[in-house]
Nanobody, 127 residues
Framework: QERFVESGGGAVHAGGPLSLYCGAS????????MAWFRKAPGREREGVAA???????VYADSVQGRFAISQDNAKNTLYLQMNSLKPEDTAMYYCAAAEVTYLQPRSRMDGNNYNYWGQGTQVAVPS
């Protein structure tokens, strides 16, 4: 059974960094499109960052230049390095995996294209 588990969330002061991790079991991240999404109360789920099988990345405009997505295939782990955090980054963060032949870059931030989801990890940036 494929399983993805996020960790690393917590509370951090505005302007600070935080790293999120997504460990995969029963699956291989290098063979999938991987992404981070977030959901804040009262807001729709939004794509944060996505990484393709060749390592190409896509970011939401709101996090471009502050967040970095990466993966370690040997450790079968997806990462999200978040810097210069803002109160509006407060949300539940989820990792997701898409098991498809090809996913166009503009489709990699659409959660409907992802088959597998973790349970989420909370990030809080108090104002």
């Amino acid at each position: 059974q494929e399983r993805f588990v996020e960790s690393g969330g917590g509370a951090v002061h505005a302007g600070g960094p935080l790293s999120l991790y997504c460990g995969a079991s029963g699956s291989t991240v290098s063979r999938k499109y991987m992404a981070w999404f977030r959901k804040a109360p009262g807001r729709e789920r939004e794509g944060v960052a996505a990484i393709g099988r060749t390592g190409s990345t896509v970011y939401a405009d709101s996090v471009q230049g502050r967040f970095a997505i990466s993966q370690d295939n040997a450790k079968n782990t997806l990462y999200l390095q978040m810097n210069s955090l803002k109160p509006e980054d407060t949300a539940m963060y989820y990792c997701a995996a898409a098991e498809v032949t090809y996913l166009q870059p503009r489709s990699r931030m659409d959660g409907n294209n992802y088959n597998y989801w973790g349970q989420g990890t909370q990030v809080a940036v108090p104002s």
